[in-house]
């Protein structure tokens, strides 16, 4: 994922999750807020970009939560 699109993604992770370390949401929702809709045929988004920078983190239910560091990211 380019860094352009890495910083669009964390920008609607923060945005759904009210800006807030740890709450959970789905890839579709995401995928929605970049406007990505329903049958796109782009590859799927791939949320491990950002876990390996340090500023996302999949949860068990299958969401996927910002970390301090994505929040501090956003504030940056």
Known sequence: MSAR???HVTTALGRLAGGRA???VSVAAIDEAIGRGH???RTPL???SLAEK???TPLDDGTWALTDAG???LEA
């Open 71 to 73: 929040v501090g990211r």
């Open 5 to 7: 699109d890495l910083v």
């Open 46 to 48: 791939n949320l491990a």
């Open 39 to 41: 049958g796109d045929m």
């Open 22 to 24: 740890g709450v959970g």
């Open 54 to 56: 340090g500023h996302a």
